[in-house]
């Protein structure tokens, strides 16, 4: 069973900076395009990045200049650089693949921007 597992989330206030991380397990094949979404209370869930196993990447127009995606050295892993932090960034944040599986979803890891 396919189970990715974010982590890195926190509270942090305006203008500051956090680390996510996303992990995959139960799966062998390597995740082409890999992806981070956001849910904030009473929203939908929206797209935030994107990267291929190429490196291009795709960023959502509310994060472009602050949000930077990367894949990791391990298969299947990837992160979430966030810089300059709006309390509007504020949501649970999840990975899974571009576009998403359904049962991929994780638990995610909750972002907190406030002062």
């Known amino acids: 069973q396919v189970q990715f597992v974010e982590s890195g989330g926190g509270q942090v206030q305006p203008g500051g900076s956090l680390r996510l991380s996303c992990a995959a397990s139960?799966?062998?094949?390597?995740?082409?395009?890999m992806g981070w979404y956001r849910q904030a209370p009473g929203k939908q869930r929206e797209f935030v990045a994107s990267?291929?196993?190429?490196?291009?990447?795709n960023y959502a127009d509310s994060v472009k200049g602050r949000f930077s995606i990367a894949r990791g050295n391990v298969r299947n892993a990837m992160y979430l650089q966030m810089n300059s932090l709006k309390p509007e960034d504020t949501a649970v944040y999840y990975c899974?693949?571009?576009?998403?599986?359904?049962?991929?979803w994780g638990q995610g890891t909750q972002v907190t921007v406030s002062s």
């Open positions: 990267i291929t196993g190429g490196g291009m990447t």
């Open positions: 139960g799966i062998s094949a390597i995740i082409y395009t």
């Open positions: 899974n693949s571009a576009p998403p599986i359904r049962n991929y």
